[in-house]
């Protein structure tokens, strides 16, 4: 099965073809196009994926959401590259020996290396939307999607929907 997500911005269509799967997780790279003219972005999702096990379909759906898959992409309050990571979740996931002692959250390879031992973490605490809340707004997101989400904020109420609709591909 190959993952495909289409993304058009500014005119372009992008197309990113992320992997096939065979038995026991190996991973068949046919027709893979990675829309940056290289295979980083490609090759740092199949890492993260041996390093955490996570879906990289679930990586790469996460990464489309959040920046559209701009590694210079910077919000509006500081999260920074491909997964949108903020500083202060990169130095935590740091603290708890989850991430090296160095990084920078530009590199394509440090940014999704981060982006999934916090997908993975807040997964390791709850289900997959109230997970996807908590990435998105941090760990209480997590906690007041199980109990009372419309006290969320809206974006975050949208966000694990927008996720999954690019995973459910």
Known sequence: MSINIFIEENNYDYIFSLVSFVEKDQIQREKIKVFTGSNNIQNSIIRAYYKHQIDPKL???????????????????????????????????????????????????DNIDIGTAVLKHELGKFSLRAALAAYNCGH?????????????????????????????M
């Open 140 to 168: 209480y997101g997590g906690k007041m999607w199980a109990t009372n989400r419309s006290l969320l904020p809206k974006e975050t109420q949208e966000y694990p929907l927008k996720v999954l609709s690019y995973y459910r």
């Open 59 to 109: 990586i790469c759906s996460v990464i489309s959401v959040e920046s559209r898959f701009d590694s210079l992409a910077v919000s509006m309050v500081g999260a920074k590259g491909l997964m949108q990571v903020m500083e202060s979740t990169a130095y935590l996931m740091q603290k708890q020996n989850l991430i090296s002692e160095n990084f920078d959250l530009f590199s394509v390879q």
